[in-house]
């Protein structure tokens, strides 16, 4: 077992990878009542191209990784929940663009509960019966969705900026695509992305790394995973403009919902490359954007947002691109507001005190955020899918310069790579 120590924030972690491949690090936190696990895969809505130690391409259809998140609660001996319930856990489980992540917070019983998660996670359950019972459980999810205003304004945005990467796909799928989803094709993506080596465990809260430990070991020996080679993914050349430019969508909402954002297109960057310009870019929209900067103050002045507008950056070596906006009475107003306070700010550069303020507050947030073991758990993982460590933030946070910020300002709002997602009444 290796430890990690982190000083700057006071942290230690335990680390340990199983015979079968399986990462897992364990953070003690002395005092919490509370512990914490995610078990995840590197898995997720975008990766429906892929192939395994060099062989052929396998496609495979749009939400399967969703639709395999679903059916791994069913066992033949009955429903997960109730038995983690049973045993004073909550239990839950989410894919995103790039992970699967199963988990369960619980104050007693922990050794069962960490038992449950990997037993359930590696006992796969597939019929052609409860297959196609699910399909109708998750068309009528996707519907569901299709009448909420916030969901289609924001897959909206994404769907006009990306002609063909996979992002620009709802993560359930569509109803034809799941259609298509049949019991060998969900042991494919089972065995392929649910194999050890893929996968990463996270236990944070008041346990004992040794106990953990043991505890993993033991559970891992006792089944039998066939070896694996490294896994390819495929994505098509994704062309530099935007797909759409303006993309409206009608639903019966009180006032418009509008969300634009900026498509970047560069070549992929190295993980610590990747991590700063995600963090400098972070902290330049909440420097020019912010509830504490005069933009937002000015436009909130003049009715033209409410408490719902916020922005946003998403990238990975394969995508990056932003989500700004929220309620408006006007979105055409909104962006020509906006437009001008960027372009004169692009000029003339974000204000010192600004930006050290905002630099202050990340940094406050980022350590409050450790004392969280929900958040914890979550950021870990999706940092650690991308070769990144979360508990080496801070030193990062520390070093970002305005220079940097003005850089990344004058470089990301590339007017001909923007989309405009809209939502009211009146869209045609």
Known sequence: ?????????????????????????????????KTYATFATRYGSIDNRFAVDKGDPISVPDGIAHFLEHKMFEEPTGDIFA???????SANAFTSFDRTVYLFSATEQIPANLETLLDFV?????????????????????????????????????????????IHIDIAGTAESIRQID?????????????????????VGGVKPLDVMELVRNNQARKTFAPQG??????????????????????PVSQPK?????????????????????????????????????????????????????????????????????????????????????ENTQKSGLNVQSFERTKKKKIGGYLRMLNSP????SEFT?????????????????SITIEEANKRLREHFNWDRMAVSIVSKGAK
């Open 1 to 33: 077992m290796e430890t990690l120590a982190y000083p700057g924030v006071m942290e230690t972690l335990y680390r340990e990878i199983m015979p079968n491949g399986l990462e897992v690090v364990v953070l003690p936190k002395e005092g919490f009542s």
């Open 83 to 89: 038995t983690f319930a049973s045993q004073g856990a």
């Open 122 to 166: 590696q006992h796969p359950y597939f019929t052609d019966e409860n297959v196609e019972k699910e399909k109708g459980i998750i068309e009528q999810e996707i519907n569901m969705y299709r009448d909420n205003a916030d969901w289609r304004v924001y897959f909206g945005l994404i769907d006009a900026l990306y002609h063909v990467h996979p």
């Open 183 to 203: 019991k060998e094709t969900l042991y494919s993506c089972y065995e392929t992305f649910y194999h050890p080596s893929n996968m990463f465990l996270f236990i």
């Open 230 to 251: 490294p896994i390819a993914r495929y994505f098509d050349p994704e062309p530099a403009s935007v797909k759409q430019p303006r993309k409206l969508t009608a639903l």
């Open 258 to 342: 509008c969300l634009f954002g900026f498509k970047e297109h560069r070549e992929p960057l190295e993980p610590n490359a990747l991590l700063r310009t995600e963090l400098i870019t972070k902290l330049m929209l909440d420097s020019l954007l912010g509830s504490s900067s005069p933009i937002y103050h000015e436009l909130y002045d003049d009715n033209l947002i409410s408490d719902s507008f916020g922005h946003e950056f998403n990238s990975s070596e394969d995508y990056a691109f932003s989500v700004i906006g929220g309620e408006t009475r006007d979105p055409d107003l909104l962006i020509e507001r906006l437009r001008e306070a960027i």
């Open 374 to 377: 929900e958040a914890i758990a």
């Open 382 to 398: 999706r940092y650690r899918f991308r070769g990144a460590d979360l508990f080496k933030l801070l030193p990062l946070y520390e």
